[in-house]
């Protein structure tokens, strides 16, 4: 039998109308290649990004798109010209701290190192804020059945006008290495590891009559991982977003995964606020906005909800007295830094 090779690409499905389905032909499907453009800018005094990306084939062994380097950035507000510089690859960081201001106009402009040029709609900074009234977390045992700790968020806009939202977070852990060697002290034994969230969650209340996230499950981190070793500290940011942005965000987040693909109802390719500048029949998968951020920071100590620390380490205590114990028992750098960050509390 002839061997045929699916492949996946974006923009697969340009011509779906947003919310309606069809069956998808995997078989008749050919692979178009098209630049990926994401950026949201937010009200906060930060170093802003824009995550610039190319559409995957399924067969490809990565799975996940494709990094675009050395392109020019740049964010156009008013008479200011705010440049980007690619920090890691296909990630480009504002070169200054600088917030969205409301009532200000802001464009994006994109220059690949092939020439072409890319330009988002002109875009303000929406009012719409909505406050995270709590972050929390629980101990219980998932649907998988594992017992850990679930990290949960409630918030609420009052004037019910926010209603799409966008999510991510960062997570930072304490880490003491479990057996002392001579000489070493508390501090030498105790380092810390920062990770980020890859992508963002999504969530709406459009069906909700007030506008309020209750119990949302931002992580849950079974007892046996790294993370929930020592002491724990989680930082969620939660934006408010547009439709037509949060439509974005959910076709990448859709099309990223491969158990979507052969679904029989398939996401519908929402077009987006960027163009091709310099040919008008290219495809373009982008969108720019301007987003209000809010976020909250909570700590959490493992003793607070299980019986001792370092049980990810417990392997160490059954070593013989005269074994050499492996490094990572030893030595914390091994997954981690001794460098404390600067927003922690013991």
Not at 266 to 273: A, H, K, Y
């Amino acid at each position: 039998m002839k061997k045929t090779v699916f492949y996946i690409s974006f923009l697969t499905i340009l011509f779906i109308t947003n919310g309606c389905t069809e069956e998808f032909n995997a078989a008749s499907t050919e692979f178009e290649d098209a630049i990926v453009i994401e950026a949201s800018l937010t009200d906060q005094l930060a170093f802003q990004k824009v995550l610039l990306s190319r559409t995957f084939k399924i067969d490809d062994t990565q799975n996940q798109l494709e990094k675009v380097s050395g392109a020019n950035v740049r964010v156009v507000s008013n008479s200011t010209t705010y440049t980007f510089s690619e920090t890691t690859s296909g990630t480009y960081t504002s070169d200054i701290q600088f917030r969205a201001e409301l009532d200000t106009d802001h464009q994006l402009l994109v220059t690949t190192q092939s020439g072409k040029e890319y330009q988002s709609e002109v875009t303000q900074l929406r009012s719409e804020t909505s406050n995270i009234e709590n972050l929390y977390a629980v101990r219980e045992v998932n649907e998988d059945g594992f017992d850990g700790i679930s990290i949960y968020l409630d918030s609420y806009d009052p004037s019910g006008n926010s209603r799409y939202y966008t999510i991510d977070f960062e997570e930072t852990y304490r880490i003491i290495a479990p057996i002392q060697l001579l000489g070493q002290t508390l501090e030498d034994r105790t380092c810390y590891n920062t990770i980020n969230s890859t992508g963002r969650l999504l969530t709406n209340t459009t069906l909700s009559s007030e506008d309020r996230i209750s119990r949302h499950l931002i992580t849950f981190i079974p007892n046996e991982d790294l993370k929930m070793n020592n002491r724990y500290s989680i930082l969620v940011r939660q934006y408010v977003n547009t439709e037509s942005y949060y439509n974005f965000q959910k076709t990448l987040s859709e099309l990223s995964s491969l158990e979507s693909v052969f679904s029989p109802v398939q996401p519908g390719f929402v077009t987006g606020n960027i163009i091709a500048t310099n040919n008008s029949n290219e495809k373009v998968l982008g969108s720019f906005e301007i987003a209000s951020v809010r976020e909250k920071r909570i700590f959490v100590n493992r003793l607070d909800f299980f019986n001792f620390n370092n049980e990810n380490f417990r392997f160490c205590r059954q070593l013989p007295p005269d074994a050499d114990p492996p490094r990572i028992c030893t030595d914390c750098t091994v997954l981690g830094t001794r460098v404390k960050p600067n927003f922690w509390i013991d």
